[in-house]
């Protein structure tokens, strides 16, 4: 595996490329045109610059993350064929400049949900929570304003404050989308992208839905185990593959984590890993938690097995983080607790290898 960082460029990111090629063990991030909205084609000249950026700081674009769909592809409208047609551009534009996993999801309207971006946990960190109690009684788009509130002056992915005013007209257009409606759009798209994706030589990586359960009534497809393998028979190739999310997978407790990674990865279709924990207080009520295992409620020593055991080549990188030591930044993106996650659990992966050697020499 290949440890990395999100990195959302240095006009929306606090944390410094410098600042992330002193965390030890970290070889490269992954990156995003941030400012571009869903839908349009990325220039090739932005994809270089941004390179460029990254290797001059030392370090790797391991990919990117994400290239976001455009609602019209998931409602499946008459445009969703021209976004469609610019989404394959864009592959080709970044595998003009050598990239080669591609991140993204298929949630409907809202991106990850949570119902407060800086919960005080018991050391006086504080963190992203959720809370389905919260979820049943407030309108999204109220939400949608209190997150933009809440969120340190900084943009959040899925709820740029321009989306506002759509939000309604959104909802209103999914009043009649189903599951079943959803998965053809999804199949749909995959079948038009994913050839380019073999062509371009990109990893297309879905990212599950974040929580892995229906939010206002939307459908959501990423779910389970049942659902990846339904995904990723859609079609048929190893450039459709997945991210693991241990966080958002994992608020689900009949999701058994190690036990997807070893079943999608032994096929070789999880191309990019998400990991961190998460602590479920209920059904549905969860904190994002230190990395560390006694923390949370996912056992991270049998995640990273896991990835080790099915020999995981790709980029991993520490998901969120929580806000320690005073630090203020982009909720879940901070620098120092994702810092500390990523040296556990290089730390964990060193332990492994080094006892997997040990027991094999004896
Ligand atoms: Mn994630």
Request: glycine share 8%; charged share 30%; proline share 6%.
């Amino acid at each position: 595996m290949k440890m990395t960082f999100r990195w959302y460029g240095s006009k929306h990111d606090k944390v410094t490329l410098k600042q992330i090629r002193q965390i030890p063990g970290l070889i490269g991030v992954i990156s995003t045109l941030y400012d571009i909205p869903a839908g349009e084609v990325w220039p090739v000249e932005r994809i270089r610059a941004l390179k460029d950026e990254i290797e001059s700081a030392g370090l790797t674009l391991e990919g990117i993350e994400s290239v976001n769909v455009h609602e019209d592809i998931k409602l499946g409208t008459p445009e969703a064929e021209k976004y469609i047609e610019n989404y394959k551009q864009t592959l080709r534009n970044l595998a003009e400049c050598g990239v080669k996993l591609v991140c993204y999801n298929f949630m409907p309207v809202f991106d990850w949900t949570r119902t407060d971006l800086a919960k005080i946990l018991e050391d006086g960190s504080n963190t992203l929570s959720y809370d389905e109690d919260v979820i049943r009684k407030i309108d999204p788009a109220k939400m949608f304003e209190e997150v933009n509130n809440n969120s340190n002056g900084y943009v959040l992915p899925g709820w740029e404050p321009e989306r506002l005013g759509e939000i309604k007209r959104l909802l209103e257009l999914y009043s009649d989308m189903t599951e079943e409606k959803l998965w053809k759009n999804l199949e749909n798209f995959l079948k038009e992208v994913i050839p380019v994706a073999e062509e371009c030589d990109i990893k297309m990586a879905i990212h599950p839905d974040d929580p892995p359960w229906s939010v206002f009534g939307l459908p959501r497809l990423i779910t389970s185990k049942e659902n990846l393998e339904r995904f990723i028979n859609l079609v048929d190739s190893p450039y459709n593959g997945l991210t693991i999310c241990t966080g958002s997978l994992g608020v689900d407790p009949n999701n058994n984590i190690p036990e997807i990674i070893r079943y999608f990865g032994s096929k070789g279709r999880i191309h990019f890993a998400h990991v961190r924990n998460v602590k479920i207080h209920e059904p549905r009520k969860f904190d994002e938690v230190a990395h560390k295992s006694e923390y949370g409620s996912l056992d991270m020593f049998e995640i990273m097995k896991a990835f080790y055991d099915v020999k995981f080549e790709g980029p991993i990188r520490p998901d969120h983080g929580r806000m320690i030591w005073d630090e203020e930044g982009r909720p879940g993106y901070g620098l120092y607790d994702r810092a500390l996650g990523a040296v556990y659990l290089n730390g964990l992966w060193e332990a492994i290898s080094k006892m997997d050697k040990l027991n094999n020499k004896n």
